[in-house]
Structure formats: C-alpha cells, structure tokens
T-cell receptor, first 114, second 109 residues
Framework: GAGVSQSPSNKVTEKGKDVELRCDPI?????LYWYRQSLGQGLEFLIY????????KSGLPSDRFSAERTGGSVSTLTIQRTQQEDSAVYLC????????????FGPGTRLTVT | KNEVEQSPQNLTAQEGEFITINCSYS?????LHWLQQHPGGGIVSLFM???GKKKHGRLIATINIQEKHSSLHITASHPRDSAVYIC???????????FGPGTRLSVLP
C-alpha cells in the first residue's frame, strides 16, 4: 500500500511569510509524528498526535509553530512568520499506535527560508 | 551530557567487514529505535527494541536495559549499507523521542 506522503517536497519562502506543510499518514495509522532536521544536524522531535489530539507540544521550537490533525488522518504543520533558522527538512512519520509500533517515515519537505 | 550518544561518529569499512555501532543513553526509556538515513535523506526504521535482540537479514540489534546501551551490528557489510545510522530513544511515557547524533558509515568496495 501507499506509504507516508508529504507535500510539498520543496518549499522556498521569504522570511516573514507563513508556510503550511502537509503529511498524509499510512491509512489506519493512529499515531503521527513531526520531526525536523536542520542542515548538518541530527533529527529533532517536534510533536506527536494520537488520533486528533497532541498530548505534548513541548517539542515545538516556538509559538510560531503549530500543528493540527483532522479526521485522525492528514496533518498540517504551520510555521508563521518564518525565520531563516526554520530552514530544514521537516519529516513526518506514522505508526499504528504510539509507543510500541514501528514508525514509517515520509520523504520530507525541504523548507528554505530566504 | 547529551541524553543519547553514539560511537563512532564516522566509520569507514571495507566490503565484507563486520560493523558495530554503539548507542548509550542516560534516560529511562520505553523503546529504542535504530534508523537508517540514506544519502538522499530518506529514513527507514530498522529496529525497535525494548529488550533483548532482534535480527533482520544481515542486521542485528541488541539492547541492555540495565547498562542503557544498544548496539547495531552489520555482518558482511556492503557498499549499499553506506548511510547514517541513528539511534533514537522514546521516553517512559512513550511520547517524546530523543535522537543520537548519528553514525556515518561508508563501506568501500
């Protein structure tokens, strides 16, 4: 079946603009995760959803970042008033449930803020 | 001190060699993951462990909960194994992930 998909694959935006990144998880996966990887850096956990709720938003780097998930499926990560330090690859993953199931990663969205 | 450490940071091996990558962590965990990030950036989950040992093909992962240590072994390494291998631990509540810095492996033909 289809894997995790993300869109757009690449996004170039001007500093100060808002961007929305989309993640389509594998059908039936109730847990969804957002990560980011800055150039030359390791992976950073941002937020996870169980169904439509996000029990812990503490990984979001600032209040300019928000995420939502509707219908237990698609999720959007929104970055408001983008800054150059937001440039990174944003990765989404999904799994059957939280905690003890394998995660399947999407291809990522490469965000460049100019 | 980082919560998750990996060694070595970089590793170059000749094809056919047995490879070991180590991961140490300092927090209580519910599970540990080994991820493989290909040169193109795609990430694949290799293993998820909460105890003992798992094997998949030429890959073996072990974890020692008491010592807070995990190892990833690659037998009969091949150039296509060249990638960054990342250790990630999930906290006791099963929510947050903490990632190691990764080990960059290059297998030469």
């Amino acid at each position: 079946g289809a894997g995790v998909s993300q869109s757009p694959s690449n996004k170039v935006t001007e500093k100060g603009k808002d961007v929305e990144l989309r993640c389509d998880p594998i059908s039936g996966h109730t847990a969804l995760y957002w990560y980011r990887q800055s150039l030359g850096q390791g992976l950073e956990f941002l937020i996870y959803f169980q169904g439509n709720s996000a029990p812990d938003k503490s990984g979001l780097p600032s209040d300019r970042f928000s995420a939502e998930r509707t219908g237990g499926s698609v999720s959007t990560l929104t970055i408001q008033r983008t800054q150059q330090e937001d440039s990174a690859v944003y990765l989404c993953a999904s799994s059957l449930e939280r905690s003890f199931y394998e995660q399947y990663f999407g291809p990522g969205t490469r965000l460049t803020v100019t | 001190k980082n919560e998750v450490e990996q060694s070595p940071q970089n590793l170059t091996a000749q094809e056919g060699e047995f490879i070991t990558i180590n991961c140490s962590y300092s927090v209580g965990i519910s599970a540990l993951h080994w991820l493989q990030q290909h040169p193109g950036g795609g990430i694949v989950s290799l293993f998820m462990l909460s105890s003992g040992k798992k094997k998949h093909g030429r890959l073996i992962a072990t974890i020692n909960i008491q010592e807070k240590h995990s190892s990833l072994h690659i037998t009969a390494s091949h150039p296509r194994d060249s990638a960054v291998y990342i250790c990630a631990v999930r906290d006791n509540y099963g929510q947050n992930f903490v990632f190691g810095p990764g080990t960059r492996l290059s297998v030469l033909p």
